[in-house]
T-cell receptor, first 116, second 116 residues
Framework: AQSVTQLDSHVSVSEGTPVLLRCNYS??????LFWYVQHPNKGLQLLLK??????LVKGINGFEAEFKKSETSFHLTKPSAHMSDAAEYFC??????????????FGTGTRLKVLA | DAGVIQSPRHEVTEMGQEVTLRCKPI?????LFWYRQTMMRGLELLIY????????DSGMPEDRFSAKMPNASFSTLKIQPSEPRDSAVYFC??????????????FGPGTRLTVL
């Protein structure tokens, strides 16, 4: 069965310092993995996605994530945090069952706080 | 493109009343998803459609919930009768078909439902 674990429910960083949001997954097949961001009272916006091409994926706003199959991880990073990065971040695994149906499985989210 | 449109943005109703949430997907998208977000349970997929046909409704919590997609540009999620535990933010999302599950889902701004 597919699952996603976001290891930290809250992360606080100072502005200008690196960001690391951790995500581990399990999947029976070759998954697609996504990171979405949700700002307060907004819908979710895609940051980046992995679909079995390059293992290092670059996204919007300076974020990137590395797919590590051996570690079943897909951690999100950014070299330098900005105040506008304060939001909730969701790691998502997507896969297709033999029946042909597919689902997005969402992690529980990591709330990023950026300190001035 | 206006993106995924949801209405109403906020709904306050009393227990026992019928609630109808509406969604207009992005034109040309052939998948439509309904999600529910709560603090306790996070983001849950309720149901999704492909070409207006319900494909997987295993996430619909109980018979009080029903969803329809009468055409490619409109879907409804109905709760009848509503209960306080249905209070949540309900998101609609749409995506293109093709090589799923690799395609990004585009989320609407959500409907915040409060059942008193």
């Amino acid at each position: 069965a597919q699952s996603v674990t976001q290891l930290d429910s809250h992360v606080s960083v100072s502005e200008g310092t690196p960001v690391l949001l951790r995500c581990n997954y399990s999947s029976s097949y070759s998954p697609s993995l996504f990171w979405y961001v949700q700002h307060p009272n907004k819908g979710l916006q895609l940051l980046l996605k992995y679909t079995s091409a390059a293992t290092l994926v670059k996204g919007i706003n300076g974020f990137e994530a590395e797919f590590k199959k051996s570690e079943t991880s897909f951690h999100l990073t950014k070299p330098s945090a900005h105040m506008s990065d304060a939001a909730e971040y969701f790691c998502v695994v997507s896969d297709q069952a033999p029946s042909g149906t597919y689902k997005y499985i969402f992690g529980t989210g990591t709330r990023l706080k950026v300190l001035a | 493109d206006a993106g995924v449109i949801q209405s109403p943005r906020h709904e306050v109703t009393e227990m026992g009343q019928e609630v109808t949430l509406r969604c207009k997907p992005i034109s040309g998208h052939d998948y439509l998803f309904w999600y529910r977000q709560t603090m306790m349970r996070g983001l849950e997929l309720l149901i999704y459609f492909n070409n207006n046909v319900p494909i997987d409704d295993s996430g619909m919590p109980e018979d009080r919930f029903s969803a329809k997609m009468p055409n490619a540009s409109f879907s409804t999620l109905k709760i009848q009768p509503s209960e306080p535990r249905d209070s949540a933010v309900y998101f609609c999302a749409s995506s293109l078909g093709g090589v799923i599950p690799y395609n990004e889902q585009f989320f609407g701004p959500g409907t915040r439902l409060t059942v008193l």
